[in-house]
Antibody
Framework: QITLRESGPTLVKPTQTLTLTCTFSGFSLNTGGAAVGWIRQSPGKGLEWLALIYWDDDERYSPSLRNRLTITKDASENRVVLSMTDVRPVDTGTYYC??????????????WGPGTMVTVSS | SSELTQDPAVSVALGQTVRITCQGDSVENFYANWYQQKPGQAPLLVIYGKNNRPSGIPDRFSGSISGNTASLTITGAQAEDEADYYCNSRDTSGNRVFGGGTALTVL
């Protein structure tokens, strides 16, 4: 059974760096085909894909945010970390990590963490 | 463009059939996935790929694609299907994208 859980600060000041951790179980990022993504949702708004990291360290970033985002993995600890620099109030929202179901028939975020709410405010 | 366009809101009478659409170039080249999100909850994958349902998703949910438009069809909508629905796909660079979401009301 795959599970994921996000953790990190609930309040961050503008211009600071936000660091979020996704801790997962039920799969390994050492296994070919495995990947974890980050998605966020501003209050009352839609889903926005942020970043994705594969078992082979390949990384993908939202074009609009790529200069502020870094995604890394620690496969031995079953963790994926997302860093976002220079946060602003518009970055306030719920941040989700999700397992990517990725094979010849699928390319979808099949299991999601419960999300963690982050507020950017001075 | 990798943008995905959805109607902001759709309504359906209880027990009737509703189709929610998602339009974009990505859909034509890569399959679309569909997620259901209820207030205060994380999104739930309901359809992925050509027309696959994860375990536990009722068979009243189905997906289809025609050209650059993907559709999620709920046949015999139930009160518990009232939720926001998001489509998702990818582009040729491997970037993922979500549609703006459709709020479904079951009357």
């Amino acid at each position: 059974q795959i599970t994921l859980r996000e953790s990190g600060p609930t309040l961050v000041k503008p211009t600071q760096t936000l660091t979020l951790t996704c801790t997962f179980s039920g799969f390994s990022l050492n296994t070919g085909g495995a990947a974890v993504g980050w998605i966020r949702q501003s209050p009352g708004k839609g889903l926005e894909w942020l970043a994705l990291i594969y078992w082979d360290d390949d990384e993908r970033y939202s074009p609009s945010l790529r200069n502020r985002l870094t995604i890394t993995k620690d496969a031995s600890e079953n963790r994926v970390v997302l860093s976002m620099t220079d946060v602003r109030p518009v970055d306030t929202g719920t941040y989700y990590c999700a397992h990517l179901l990725w094979n010849v028939d699928a390319d979808a975020f099949d299991i999601w963490g419960p999300g963690t709410m982050v507020t950017v405010s001075s | 463009s990798s943008e995905l366009t959805q109607d902001p809101a759709v309504s359906v009478a209880l027990g009737q059939t509703v189709r929610i659409t998602c339009q974009g170039d990505s859909v034509e080249n890569f399959y679309a996935n569909w997620y259901q999100q209820k207030p205060g909850q994380a999104p739930l994958l309901v359809i992925y790929g050509k027309n696959n349902r994860p375990s536990g998703i009722p068979d009243r949910f189905s997906g289809s694609i025609s050209g650059n438009t993907a559709s999620l069809t709920i046949t015999g909508a139930q009160a518990e299907d009232e939720a926001d629905y998001y489509c998702n796909s990818r582009d040729t660079s491997g970037n993922r994208v979500f549609g703006g979401g459709t709020a479904l009301t079951v009357l």
